[in-house]
């Protein structure tokens, strides 16, 4: 059958670089921001990349290489940076309500090696560098964002910027089982520092939280002070859910390494792939608590930036 639509701009794509591992190609893409569904905390989500090298075993994301007709495991080998990103953005923001929240790195993580070469995100960085009056966040698990602090300060100077570290668990050995080529827990955390150092907004996320794995209160507990003391302002969570192309990676990795727990994964997430609202309702209120004890907020902080166009009072004197 003839391949169409993002599987035939995937196999067109050219190849722009190999390493042992990984492949890099760059794809065409029609429009760079992604409208979520509703009642979404965010309304507008940017991915410059397809695919993540991170290879995190439990990564939702997946499915978005699917859409290429490829398999769950090439989303962290096969990796494809978007053409013309920032172009298409700086048209595509006209159209975007200032009030419209904007999430960088959904589906992918925006500094993953990759960005150290093709510099898509920071040229999107540089498209927000100049707006002023708009709401983005940018989630990562790479201490590379701190590349790009001139950026990230000019825009918080005139938007509401929060940069949300994903950090599931602080035990190094877990982390790099869970998430094999992320940087490891750390350096994020370092990058925590700098970023709120340098005034940015920060938040701390334990996603997915994993039941039997990350789920232990002392653990969040210790993760969420660590991202106190460095700075965080928040400190969210939401349980780990498992679509079948999820499974398709998450499974044999706990069959190895955790076989205890497999064998209840498989119960539930074969019937669901959503952990269930007694699961969810202890874990809020654990976050709660421990939220509660560090003084740290559950989303990210609504502060007015120096240069906040929302503000300017119309002025009573004829200036012209
Ligand atoms: S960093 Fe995020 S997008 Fe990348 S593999 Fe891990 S969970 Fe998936």
């Known amino acids: 059958m003839p391949l169409v639509g993002i599987a035939k701009l995937a196999a067109e794509g050219p190849l722009?670089?190999?390493?042992?591992?990984?492949?890099?190609?760059?794809?065409?893409?029609?429009?760079?921001?992604?409208?979520?569904?509703?009642?979404?905390?965010?309304?507008?989500t940017i991915n410059p990349y397809r695919g993540c090298e991170f290879g995190c075993k439990y990564?939702?994301?997946?499915?978005?290489?699917?859409?290429?007709?490829?398999?769950?495991?090439?989303?962290?080998?096969?990796?494809?940076?978007?053409?013309?990103?920032?172009?298409?953005?700086?048209?595509?923001?006209?159209?975007?309500s200032p009030k419209d929240h904007i999430v960088l790195g959904t589906a992918t993580d925006p500094y993953q090696p990759a960005?150290?070469?093709?510099?898509?995100?920071?040229?999107?960085?540089?498209?927000?560098?100049?707006?002023t009056g708009r709401y983005l966040?940018?989630?990562?698990?790479?201490?590379?964002?701190?590349?790009?602090?001139?950026?990230l300060g000019e825009i918080a100077r005139r938007n509401v910027l929060?940069?949300?570290?994903?950090?599931?668990?602080?035990?190094?050995?877990?982390?790099?089982?869970?998430?094999?080529?992320?940087?490891?827990?750390?350096?994020?955390?370092?990058?925590?520092?700098?970023?709120?150092n340098a005034g940015i907004a920060t938040a701390v996320l334990p996603n997915p939280v994993m039941p039997g794995i990350t789920d232990g209160e002392r653990s969040l507990d210790r993760l969420a002070k660590a991202a106190r003391d460095r700075?965080?302002?928040?400190?969210?969570?939401?349980?780990?859910f498992l679509m079948p192309s999820a499974q398709a990676v998450f499974m044999p990795f706990l069959e190895e390494h955790f076989p205890r727990l497999a064998?209840?994964?498989?119960?539930?997430?074969?019937?669901?792939?959503?952990?269930?609202?007694?699961y969810k309702?202890?874990?809020?209120?654990?976050?709660?608590?421990?939220?509660?004890?560090?003084?740290?907020?559950?989303?990210?902080?609504?502060y007015r930036p120096e240069l906040w166009v929302q503000d300017e009072q119309p002025t009573l004197f004829p200036l012209e």
């Open 16 to 44: 722009i670089q190999a390493k042992r591992r990984v492949q890099y190609f760059e794809i065409a893409a029609r429009s760079i921001l992604n409208r979520t569904k509703p009642n979404m905390p965010f309304q507008w």
């Open 59 to 96: 990564c939702y994301a997946r499915f978005t290489h699917e859409f290429m007709e490829m398999a769950p495991s090439d989303f962290e080998d096969k990796i494809y940076a978007k053409a013309a990103a920032a172009l298409l953005l700086r048209l595509e923001l006209r159209k975007v």
């Open 115 to 131: 960005e150290r070469r093709f510099e898509r995100t920071r040229s999107i960085l540089e498209v927000f560098a100049r707006e």
């Open 137 to 151: 966040g940018i989630t990562t698990k790479s201490d590379l964002v701190v590349r790009d602090l001139d950026l």
């Open 162 to 196: 929060c940069v949300s570290f994903t950090i599931t668990t602080l035990d190094e050995k877990l982390a790099r089982l869970l998430e094999p080529y992320a940087p490891r827990p750390v350096l994020r955390l370092k990058a925590v520092e700098k970023l709120s």
């Open 231 to 240: 700075g965080a302002q928040s400190f969210g969570g939401g349980p780990l």
């Open 263 to 278: 064998l209840r994964y498989r119960e539930h997430f074969d019937r669901n792939a959503y952990l269930d609202k007694a």
């Open 281 to 302: 309702d202890k874990l809020r209120n654990v976050l709660e608590r421990i939220r509660d004890r560090y003084g740290l907020a559950s989303g990210p902080i609504d």
